[in-house]
């Protein structure tokens, strides 16, 4: 199986940071990394596919970037809506992993 | 527009058989493109993905679980089923429906965005 490893697994910054996380996976995927956002007590819905893109509906303040087994999400200016728990995961091919996670706080 | 939703049991007892059932709707499972997978998340705990089947019956399945579970899919009600066998206090947990279409990037497309997904149920494993 491929290991996603994101870091890191928690972080907080103010309203208006520039916030990264990264996700590094055990062996190559190409772009085939999707990240989520969960929000407290919600479902998870999809931000980014392909490494980049983003999905629809998403706010452009998302971008993620990578190929291989590096990636990264960035927040441009985080809002106090983005409070949530970040997972990347593979879907280069089954099984489906997906990394522990990145709590983000204000 | 498509939904999910999951239901079953709330409470089942340690070595008992899970069975949970999305009922879908928006969509066909018979049309080439769209698989249904189950994803489950232990309380307080990072999301695990679990199974999937594909509109052919193909079926795919998390490695560790795998003599455990079973997914099967009836195009006729838009059900699909997951059944795990032998549920330990450790399969406590929300467990999620999910749908996914081939996402393209780069010339090539792969299953596994989960694009949709249901409300999530609490399934409990206790004596």
């Known amino acids: 199986d491929i290991q996603m490893t994101q870091s890191p697994s928690s972080l907080s910054a103010s309203v208006g940071d520039r916030v990264t996380i990264t996700c590094r996976a055990s062996r190559g995927i190409k772009s085939y990394l999707a990240w989520y956002r969960q929000k407290p007590g919600k479902v998870p819905e999809v931000l980014i596919y392909s490494a980049s893109t983003l999905q629809s509906g998403v706010a452009p303040r998302f971008s993620g970037s990578g190929s291989g087994t590096d990636f990264t999400l960035t927040i441009s200016s985080l809002q106090p809506e983005d409070v949530a728990t970040y997972y990347c995961q593979n879907y280069d091919s089954a099984p489906y992993t997906l990394g522990a996670g990145t709590k983000v706080e204000i | 527009q498509i939904t999910l939703k999951e239901s079953g049991p709330t409470l089942v007892k340690p070595t008992q058989t899970l069975t949970l059932t999305c009922t879908f709707s928006?969509?066909?499972?018979?049309?080439?493109?769209?698989?249904v997978g189950w994803i489950r998340q232990p309380p307080g705990k990072a999301l695990e993905w679990l199974a999937l089947?594909?509109?052919?019956?193909?079926?795919r399945y998390r490695p560790s679980l795998r003599t455990r579970l079973t997914v099967t899919k009836d195009t006729s009600t838009n059900h699909v089923v997951l059944t795990m066998t032998n549920m330990d206090p450790v399969d406590t947990g929300t467990y999620y429906c999910?749908?996914?279409?081939?996402?393209?990037?780069?010339?090539?497309?792969?299953?596994?965005?989960?694009?949709?997904w249901g409300q999530g149920t609490m399934v409990t494993v206790s004596s």
């Open positions: 928006g969509f066909s499972l018979s049309s080439s493109g769209v698989a």
């Open positions: 999910v749908h996914t279409t081939p996402y393209c990037g780069g010339g090539t497309c792969s299953y596994g965005v989960f694009d949709m």
């Open positions: 089947i594909y509109w052919d019956g193909d079926e």
